[in-house]
Structure formats: C-alpha cells, structure tokens
C-alpha cells in the first residue's frame, strides 16, 4: 500500500467523497444535506457562545481595547484602503452614467431613425 510520503499525488487521484451507487445526483444531495446539517451546527454553537460573550463586561472591555489598538496601529493603511474604495466607486459611478448615456443616445436615435 502507498502512503503519501512515498507519492505525494495520492491524494489528488482519489476522491474526497466516495461515490454512493455511481449516482453523482445522490452524491451531490448527500453532500448538500451534510453541508447543511454542518453549517447549521455551527450556527447555533456560534450564537450561544457569541450572546454568552457579550453578555460578559469583561469580553466587551478586552474587545474594545484590542479594536482600538489595532486601528491605532493600522491607521494608515485603514485610511488608505477606505480613499482608494472611495475613488473606485466614484469611477463605477461614472462608467455607469457613461454607459446609460450611450444607450439612451443610441435608443434615440434609432427612434429618430423610423
């Protein structure tokens, strides 16, 4: 039997999920009801522990410091990022504008036309 240290590709040639009956569609429901039974364990373990954690003064004390510390730190380049979002919607905004400009101007014209 091979082991991944004697071939590295082991891995990639088998299968994560082990097809039931060679039917993809029951694979592909099987996978869709654990990913949901999964996403939906987690869910409710994170709400318990996140409604228990804000209930605690201390939690919320320790969290605002360490926000405020790391924007503290990171101020620069917070700024940097929100300037340069702030660019890039204002050009979407003016390609957009363009765009509408163009089509309304062709729909015109093609009225004019007949």
Not at 1 to 12: E, H, V, Y
Not at 38 to 43: D, L, R
Request: glycine share 8%; proline share 4%; no cysteine.
């Amino acid at each position: 039997m091979q082991t991944l240290r004697d071939n590295p590709k082991i891995l990639i040639d088998q299968p994560i999920i082990e097809p039931i009956n060679n039917t993809p569609t029951v694979d592909m429901i099987a996978l869709g009801i654990v990913t949901g039974v999964a996403a939906t364990a987690i869910m409710q373990v994170g709400k318990g522990v996140l409604s228990t954690l804000t209930k605690n003064p201390i939690f919320l004390l320790g969290a605002g410091i360490a926000t405020g510390y790391f924007s503290q730190k990171y101020r620069k380049e917070i700024l940097t990022l929100s300037t340069k979002a702030a660019d890039q919607s204002i050009d979407f905004v003016k390609r957009q504008e363009h765009g509408i400009k163009k089509i309304l101007h062709a729909s015109q014209q093609t009225t004019e036309g007949e």
